[in-house]
């Protein structure tokens, strides 16, 4: 009797112990799947949260070009679009015509965080990354599918990775055209007829130096002051895309444009990382993403409206001249020995094998 109830006593034990057990060795398994139900459940929300915050972000986007012109048009219907988009949480705001200072200031402000968001040619950029010069050299594109692969190629990638070094995130790139030089009264055919003229050209050693190879003094001077200096003579002409002579209005007082087409330094349109990383995710993702799609269509639009231009600078009567092409290519070859000798070795050699450009 006393050996039967041992052995039940046993038995029952034994029943408590490997209930024990499995209460013990199931329950992590429970609270770990628990805790992942409730991680995922307030990311969720998190996320939901940033879509529906409530809080509206304002980036104001400066650049010096007029609201007349393609980049202006361009960066307002992305506003308008952001603003749909994200539900009037997103407001961008174009502030053209210089309102903001120059290109220079936009970089710097955008380094300090001051100017949230710029359009500046990538010849602004080249006081802080040396990099970006060679996008400023003498005949660098031959033509808009030269420019398409730089830009969506490695070369493109590479220079927005140095940008962010410096505290910018690039988003996208604009088209500026082809630059050609624009004069009060002389026409321009070769090298030799811009001698003795005082030519404005972007605060740039390089470009000033291709200026000076082609016959001409280069000299940099803010964009917003070039208007009155060639009205007044303390300038002889500039050199600038076809649609921004016309959109600026310098067909009024510069009745020759020569087709020298010696420079096409693109537009880089850029963040402040500062006010990047003050954006909820949902509002990167979508800046990020709608900057490549509006940065082709800009490009697209602008090759045609370089032909439109040509045409609406005509019929307001200025003479638009051809010029011996080759002659000035001759001119400035020697520059890219000159002026390669900064910029990195990994650049020049995305430039030697997609563009064929030599730097001996």
Known sequence: ???RYF???????????????????GQPEMNSAAVNEEKEAVSDKEEQAGKADGETYTIRIALVSSDSHLHNTVLKEWAEEAEEKTNGRLILKVMGSSQLGGERDYV???????IEMAQVSSAAVNGFLNDFSILSFPYFFKDYE?????????MGQELFQELDGIGIKGLTWFSNGFRSVYTKDRAVEKPADMKGMKIRVMESDVMIATLNAMGA???PMAYGELYSAIQQGVMDGAENALGNIYADG??????????????????VVAISKKAYESLPTDLQD????????????????????????????EDAGVE??????QAFIDATAFLYKEYSGEISSSIKEIASKELGKSFE
């Not at 710097?108 to 001051?114: A, F, K, R």
């Not at 030269?146 to 490695?154: H, R, T």
């Not at 638009?320 to 092409?325: E, F, M, P, S, Y």
């Open 1 to 3: 009797m006393k050996r």
């Open 7 to 25: 052995y039940g006593l046993l038995a029952g034990i034994s029943v408590l112990a490997l209930a024990a057990c499995a209460k013990s060795t």
């Open 108 to 114: 710097e402000g955008m380094q300090l965080g001051n």
């Open 146 to 154: 030269e420019m398409e692969k730089v830009f969506s190629g490695p």
């Open 217 to 219: 003094s280069g000299t």
């Open 250 to 267: 310098y067909y009024e007082i510069c009745k020759n444009v020569s087709l020298t087409e010696h420079f096409a330094p693109p537009g």
């Open 286 to 313: 979508y800046l990020t993403e709608s900057a490549v799609r509006f940065g082709k269509e800009e490009r697209e639009r602008d090759e045609e409206l370089q032909k439109e231009m040509q045409k609406k600078l």
């Open 320 to 325: 638009i001249n051809q010029v011996d092409k």
